[in-house]
């Protein structure tokens, strides 16, 4: 019998793929399309299994679809901007492009070995001229349309990288990469204006009903939708006002000071003269603070008087101004009307500054709280107290009837606010897609024009230990023309945050290799939006929502006729090792170079698959892997047995069955395929359906082994055989084709159609019943599925479990519960 030698197998249809480009797809088609993505990833060095789990369950979906009879676009490319590659260069002295290009080999023959059916002439790199020369581009018609602007703004600084951060690359205060404490810069800095698209990119999420929940939920709250009221406050003594947000305009007559961000350039406008000195002091100590700790529950408040005071404009009264480090600039307005008896980060403060808590909200129940003896900010809706006219009315009352009383008196307006802030931009790094606008001393900030991208980064660059970026002292890079008067001019040193770079490479793959435009409209619009997208929940907030972002540009710019860039979205769960995510730090990654050589791909591929539910994290097991090699061998030596004597049987049809054996390995052959089919289709549930090959399997050999081999069904084995080899492919493709191969076909097994099953085999003869006694289970028996109900209860009283329990003992009563138990009161 022919050995399973997956080391030999798996090399050859590798080869026979690639050579046949058998995974290339039609750019049009008359099939239907379907474009699976898994998010790419950044080529960092060698990939581990952790990331293979991404790529096989892609690759399941792409072949079945495949099979299906849809024209699949199944690409791959890599996020190869960033600053691991940066930082690698000033550590090993190798420029970032070399270090780049050569994990993309590694990691690219890699995938090659996994055996995963990506059209490799989709390839893609975004830190290759030909990609981020259409990046640049989308950075244009961002300006174009009034979405990219400059503006001097407060920053995450990590010190260590040397670099901005976004909002969202800092968790907990430190940096995401490196963990380094973040601190605060004023820079001028590159913004996108994503705040103009809140609403929609809300609204729309609604419409995204093959995205997970959780996902959403965690979109929406970063978006955060406030409804309330803006009010101005008069500042005394300057011709400046206050402008507050606040969702709680029942709580206005409560005021007793102002709160303003420490990073707010009015702090510098409001502050006077004798209170200058005692201000650098206040934020010199805060910009030491962590500004995420600062606004967390529990952090001290820390406060500093400006020496002014506002005037509260529905009482006229003056209230004191302090800039305040539990006030951010990029939430709200970055400045607050403190209302202590009602918030308790405003009562904290009070509490520390001895300012005075005014209660103007009392709870339904009519209770009084005396704001001397109060250990804790009153915080929810009730009845509003020492509020004038609206004295009396509940919150929900006060609330409408207060905003139009403020906009009939001209001191505010109703308003809607998001939590979302601009998309920052500008990275002060190399290692990335140059902002391609100059600086002309006669025009301004002038965009490069389209026919002059890509602006190229320079590769003579040095890089200092300081990781300052060599753009900075590029002469040659930084000193250009400026196309408008043709005067001298400097270009943007800063380069765009990779986030740009992922936020459209989907289109790219479309048409790749297109160099004068970054894609085909009408491909696109035939191609998009991508039907499934997988990829790691860790990108819920930031890539998802810059990629929904730049598509719903692109549609208002009539580049695509569709608003959202992705129809279904799954998210995989991680591979641990040792209880922890595997990382080389830890020593504990699991290379599939190792696997693959010890055990194949195949059974790497079905492991990672049967381990756990994809969505789910999970524990690798050498011992498990093991287990399923094993099965691997049971299921080709079973296979080879079979086609050693179908191998000229042709099917003439459905076989004839001789008796229940027969039967029930073709009731298990198409109830699998059945169970197979859904589990696809129904969820990826790829564990479950590893559970149904193993099954089949066993019936299969348990047919084998019991009965005669000169009187197997021939016929039926050759169905067995043909369509297990089907269901098989997505999982095991090397073996699928292999055995394809032995079974007397020539190529690959992929171009044949997903078997369906029959429902007819699917109807059970006899089936087996539950026996209870006072309701617990004593015996079972097999009946017939049309036997008579009395026919029934007779069998299962004297059976001989039944009889001995029931002894002398007459049933009151036999219930039958048609084709699952039969109960026996006594």
Known sequence: MKEYKPSEIEPKWQKYWEENNLFKADQRSERPKYYALVMFPYPSGTAHVGHVKNYVIGDIVARYKRMRGYNVLHPFGYDSFGLPAENAAIKNKIHPKVWTEKNIETIRNQIKRIGISYDWDREI??????????????????YEKGLAYKKKAAVNWCPNCKTVLANEQVKDGKCERCGTPVTIKYLEQWFFKITDYAEELLKDLDKLEGWPEHVKTMQRNWIRKSEGAEVDFPIEGLDLTMRIFTTRPDTLWGVTFMAIAPESPLVEQIVTEDKRDGLQEFLKKVSQQNRFARVAEGTKKEGYFLGRYAINPVNGEKVPIYAANYILMEYGTGAIMAVPAHDQRDFEFAKEYNLPIRVVIKPRDGSDLDPDKMDEAFTEKGILVNSGEFSGLTSEEAIPKIVRWLEEKGIGK????????????????????????????KCGIVPVPEDQLPVKLPEDVEFMPTGQSPLET???????????????????????????????????????????????VDDVNYWMPVDQYIGGVEHAVLHLMYSRFITKVLHDLGYVDYDEPFTNLFTQGMIYKDGAKMSKSKGNVVSPDDMIEKYGADTLRMYILFMAPPEKDAEWSDAGIEGVHRFAKRLWNAAQRIIEKVKDVRLTGKPSLKNKKEKALRRKLHQMIKKITEDIEGGFKFNTAISGLMELVNAVIDYLNNTPENEWNKQLLREVIENFILILSPFAPH????????????GSVMFNAWPAWDEDALKAEEIEIAILVNGKVRDRMIISVDEDEDEIKKKALVRDKIAKILGEKTPKKVIYVPGKIINIVV
């Open 735 to 746: 073996m699928a084709d292999e055995l394809y191969n032995d079974l007397g076909y020539e």
């Open 414 to 441: 109703r308003s809607v606010q998001y939590k979302l802030r601009d998309w920052l931009i500008s990275r002060q790094r190399y290692w990335g897609a140059p902002i391609p606008v100059v600086y002309c001393e």
């Open 125 to 142: 790199a975004t830190h290759r001229e030909d990609y981020y020369k259409w990046t640049q581009w989308l950075f244009l018609k961002l």
């Open 474 to 520: 590029h002469e040659e890079f930084k000193k250009t023309t400026c196309p408008v008067c043709g005067g001298p001019a400097v270009r943007e040193v800063d380069t765009m945050d990779t986030f740009v770079d992922s936020s459209w490479y989907f289109l790219r793959y479309i048409n790749p290799r297109m160099d004068d435009k970054p894609f085909d």
